[in-house]
């Protein structure tokens, strides 16, 4: 079964600076990948998904996510982060075959100082 | 912009107790999940429909909890009797179809006292 670590439960960066948040996946072949982000009280939001093709995948509010084959990753990198960024972050992997059935991980909460 | 519907927002019961939670999904889309989101932890699929037929239910506590998307449009998640360890977030999703990208709602919020 396919399966989702996100090593940082919690991470505060300052606002304009770099993020880079770590996904690492478990899945025996090419898997689909997503982040979401999540606001406090809300639902979870599509950021970005990697079906196949291009590695680096763009995504809505700046952010973008490159594929590691080798390193079984699927980071998440915004170049200058804005106060509004504050949220929690899911990184998720479904399988090839069925593509519908996600797993999630345990997310990293981001905080912000101004 | 369509969304996912969900009501009610925030629902507060007492064990033992009958709750019910309802989901419209974004029109046209013919796959519908509950997914339940324990504090602290990522979300966890409970139910997948495609149209009113349940495909993937192995993850939901049969014995109390049902599902049911009766014209393959909105869809109830019901838990009888509730339990303590029921306190979560309830999230609807729906996709076009069982590939395509799915979209949240906003959640109802359960506590069980």
């Known amino acids: 079964a396919q399966s989702v670590t996100q090593p940082d439960i919690h991470i505060t960066v300052s606002e304009g600076a770099s993020l880079e948040l770590r996904c690492n996946y478990s899945y025996g072949a090419t898997p689909y990948l997503f982040w979401y982000v999540q606001s406090p009280g809300q639902g979870l939001q599509l950021l970005l998904k990697?079906?196949?093709?291009?590695?680096l995948v763009q995504g809505i509010k700046g952010f973008e996510a490159e594929f590691k084959r080798s390193q079984s990753s699927f980071n998440l990198r915004k170049p200058s982060v804005h106060w509004s960024d504050a949220a929690e972050y899911f990184c998720?992997?479904?399988?090839?075959?069925?593509?519908?059935?996600?797993?999630f991980g345990t997310g990293t909460r981001l905080q912000v100082t101004l | 912009e369509a969304e996912v519907a969900q009501s009610p927002r925030y629902k507060i019961t007492e064990k033992s107790q009958a709750v019910a939670f309802w989901c419209d999904p974004i029109?046209?889309?013919?796959?519908l999940y509950w997914y339940r989101q324990i504090l602290g932890q990522g979300p966890e699929l409970l139910v997948q429909?495609?149209?009113?037929?349940?495909?993937?239910d192995s993850q939901l506590p049969k014995d109390r909890f049902s599902a049911e998307r009766l014209k393959g449009v909105d869809s109830t998640l019901k838990i009888q009797p509730a339990e303590l360890g029921d306190s979560a977030m309830y999230l609807c999703?729906?996709?076009?179809?069982?590939?395509?990208?799915?979209?949240f709602g906003p959640g109802t919020r359960l506590t069980v006292l």
């Open positions: 029109s046209g889309h013919a796959t």
């Open positions: 429909f495609q149209d009113e037929s349940v495909v993937d």
């Open positions: 999703a729906s996709s076009l179809t069982r590939t395509d990208t799915q979209y």
């Open positions: 990697y079906f196949s093709g291009d590695t």
């Open positions: 998720a992997v479904a399988t090839t075959g069925t593509a519908s059935k996600l797993t």
